[in-house]
């Protein structure tokens, strides 16, 4: 089960983490925000984004990182987006790739 | 016509919410309004992020603006209750929380009901509590709360001026907080989903628990509505799976298994419930279903299989008569497999927590608070 040790900003304003294997990897925050999980994103059903990427501000910021029970992290944005629920495993592979 | 918020609110008291029998201006859906030019821009402020009628509204409203003149219409939804928000949400901690001066909260739970889940719940804890630890438990169950029965509880929690309960103290020593305290038992709880979601995050939370070593969480059958909010509000120390030796009840409880595995929820072991029936006669055993069926279970998914408990007839009564068996029959076969399966659990949690020493457990970070590193 992979899990963060450590929760941290990066110079350039990318929230970064430190995980249970060892490795350290960091995204930027509009890519976190245009891959919101929530049903307000994604079509629950069959998967399809609903998010219109250009209705997300260019200079949208990180709010708050908050821990959901032992697998995932909510976060809230400042464009008043916060139903976002990003699972661990999930949130290594979208900031590996970042 | 003129393109003005008035007039545009009240043609938009045409689309009606067919549940709540009210008109989107009247439910406040509508925010954020904008006029620019012949540009109209607002938010609709859906109750849940997941409205099933939420593309219907748009088309409704895109329909009704434009019809008064407007070149463009957008329609952003937003959604009451999130994650962090000011307002509650199923993935939101209360401001002041007394779960945290708990040491381990530990989940029983099954895919199926009916294999036994609180009969095991009352027992570990109250092996847990004889063993000298400080033990509380958290009836989940909001439908069918067993706990009051189980224990013999007959008084009401305190309820403090700020809404905090104060949980009842039963047998044994053991905080004990269940629905049955607040409902009448021959009423029925009927509510929907969010309501008992409410009433679960209530006790996580505002449950005066005081210091605990142990909180075990009975769970109610499944994996809904109440298993999501209860992994996601309390940072479960590892989970116990009950299950039964027949088929039907295992399919069920990899269920529960996988459930685990998806919120990261470490297993402890199973518990095998009613694995065979010791006569009350010759004190022959019996196996009423297959044997087997619980080992098999362990085996594929690779957790340890920590108990088998009998059918006693004398000890299958004591869960109705308000006693567990561990303090009632200490020497039954059955107590002794409790007492077996309470240490198996404290030894597997102090595993877990070396195994996952440094891993963030609960955290709320303010993202210009964190600390700036290189990746």
Same mark, same amino acid.
């Given at each position: 089960?992979?899990?963060?040790?450590?929760?941290?900003?990066?110079? =350039? &304003?990318?929230? &970064?983490?430190?995980?249970? =294997?060892?490795?350290?990897?960091?995204?930027?925050?509009?890519?976190?925000?245009?891959?919101?999980?929530?049903?307000?994103?994604? =079509?629950?059903?069959?998967?399809?984004?609903?998010?219109?990427?250009?209705?997300?501000?260019? =200079?949208?910021?990180?709010?708050?990182?908050?821990?959901? &029970?032992?697998?995932?992290?909510?976060?809230?944005?400042?464009?008043?987006?916060?139903?976002?629920?990003?699972?661990?495993?999930?949130?290594?592979?979208?900031?590996?790739?970042? | 016509?003129?393109?003005?918020?008035?007039?545009?609110?009240?043609?938009?008291?045409?689309?009606?919410?067919?549940?709540?029998?009210?008109?989107?201006? #009247?439910?406040?859906?509508?925010?954020?309004?904008? +006029? #620019? *030019?012949?540009?109209?821009?607002?938010?609709?402020?859906?109750?849940?992020?997941?409205?099933?009628?939420?593309?219907?509204?748009?088309?409704?409203?895109?329909?009704?603006?434009?019809?008064?003149?407007?070149?463009?219409?957008?329609? !952003?939804?937003?959604?009451?209750?999130?994650?962090?928000?000011?307002?509650?949400? $199923?993935?939101?901690?209360?401001?002041?929380?007394? +779960?945290?001066?708990?040491?381990?909260?530990?989940?029983?739970?099954?895919?199926?009901?009916?294999?036994?889940?609180?009969?095991?719940? $009352?027992?570990?804890?109250?092996?847990?509590?004889?063993?000298?630890?400080?033990?509380?438990?958290?009836?989940?169950?909001?439908?069918?709360?067993?706990?009051?029965?189980?224990?013999?509880? *007959?008084?009401?929690?305190?309820?403090?001026?700020?809404?905090? +309960?104060?949980?009842?103290?039963?047998?044994?020593?053991?905080?004990?907080?269940?629905?049955?305290?607040?409902?009448?038992?021959?009423?029925? !709880?009927?509510?929907?989903?969010?309501?008992?979601?409410?009433?679960?995050?209530?006790?996580? /939370? /505002?449950?005066?628990?005081?210091?605990?070593?142990? @909180?075990?969480?009975?769970?109610?059958?499944?994996?809904?509505?109440?298993?999501?909010?209860?992994?996601?509000?309390?940072?479960?120390?590892?989970?116990?799976?009950? !299950?039964?030796?027949?088929?039907?009840?295992?399919?069920?409880?990899?269920?529960?298994?996988?459930?685990?595995?998806?919120?990261?929820?470490?297993?402890?072991?199973?518990?095998?419930?009613?694995?065979?029936?010791?006569?009350? #006669?010759?004190?022959? /055993? /019996?196996?009423?279903?297959?044997?087997?069926?619980?080992?098999? +279970?362990?085996?594929?998914?690779?957790?340890? @299989?920590?108990?088998?408990?009998?059918?006693?007839?004398?000890?299958?009564?004591?869960?109705?008569?308000? !006693?567990?068996?561990?303090?009632?029959?200490?020497?039954?076969?059955?107590?002794?497999?409790?007492?077996?399966?309470?240490?198996?659990?404290?030894?597997?949690?102090?595993?877990?927590?070396?195994?996952?020493?440094?891993? @963030?457990?609960?955290?709320?970070? *303010?993202?210009?608070?964190?600390?700036?590193?290189?990746?």
């Amino acid at each position: 089960m992979i899990q963060p040790k450590k929760v941290f900003r990066t110079k =350039d &304003g990318k929230l &970064g983490f430190e995980w249970n =294997d060892g490795t350290r990897t960091a995204c930027d925050v509009r890519t976190l925000r245009l891959a919101c999980p929530c049903a307000l994103c994604v =079509d629950e059903h069959t998967g399809e984004k609903l998010l219109d990427d250009s209705t997300v501000p260019l =200079d949208v910021k990180l709010e708050h990182v908050q821990s959901i &029970g032992r697998y995932a992290v909510g976060l809230s944005f400042n464009d008043g987006h916060r139903s976002g629920i990003y699972p661990y495993d999930k949130l290594k592979e979208l900031t590996k790739t970042a | 016509m003129q393109l003005n918020e008035q007039n545009i609110l009240s043609a938009l008291r045409a689309v009606q919410d067919p549940d709540l029998h009210k008109n989107i201006v #009247e439910l406040n859906f509508v925010q954020n309004l904008k +006029i #620019e *030019d012949t540009k109209v821009s607002f938010d609709l402020r859906l109750t849940t992020p997941a409205c099933p009628i939420r593309d219907r509204f748009k088309d409704q409203c895109i329909a009704i603006v434009k019809s008064l003149g407007a070149s463009e219409v957008n329609v !952003t939804f937003t959604a009451q209750g999130r994650v962090g928000g000011e307002d509650n949400s $199923a993935a939101k901690a209360p401001q002041q929380s007394y +779960i945290g001066e708990v040491a381990h909260v530990v989940a029983v739970a099954s895919g199926k009901g009916g294999v036994g889940k609180s009969t095991v719940t $009352a027992n570990l804890a109250m092996a847990l509590s004889l063993s000298g630890a400080r033990v509380g438990i958290l009836d989940a169950d909001i439908y069918g709360p067993s706990m009051g029965l189980m224990f013999g509880i *007959d008084k009401a929690p305190q309820v403090f001026e700020d809404n905090t +309960i104060a949980p009842v103290e039963a047998k044994g020593g053991i905080s004990i907080v269940s629905m049955c305290m607040f409902a009448d038992s021959d009423k029925a !709880t009927i509510w929907r989903g969010p309501m008992v979601s409410q009433m679960i995050q209530h006790f996580i /939370h /505002h449950v005066r628990w005081g210091k605990l070593d142990y @909180l075990l969480v009975d769970f109610p059958p499944g994996t809904g509505d109440i298993q999501l909010t209860l992994t996601q509000n309390c940072p479960m120390a590892g989970a116990v799976v009950v !299950t039964t030796p027949q088929e039907v009840a295992l399919a069920d409880c990899r269920k529960g298994l996988a459930m685990f595995d998806n919120v990261g929820v470490p297993v402890i072991g199973v518990v095998e419930n009613m694995s065979y029936f010791i006569c009350d #006669e010759c004190g022959k /055993h /019996h196996n009423i279903f297959p044997a087997g069926g619980g080992q098999k +279970i362990a085996e594929k998914w690779g957790v340890p @299989l920590i108990g088998k408990v009998p059918l006693e007839p004398a000890v299958a009564g004591c869960g109705d008569e308000g !006693t567990p068996a561990v303090l009632r029959y200490p020497n039954s076969e059955s107590a002794k497999v409790f007492m077996d399966c309470a240490e198996t659990v404290v030894r597997t949690l102090a595993v877990f927590e070396t195994e996952g020493d440094g891993v @963030l457990k609960n955290f709320n970070y *303010d993202f210009e608070q964190l600390p700036v590193e290189d990746v």
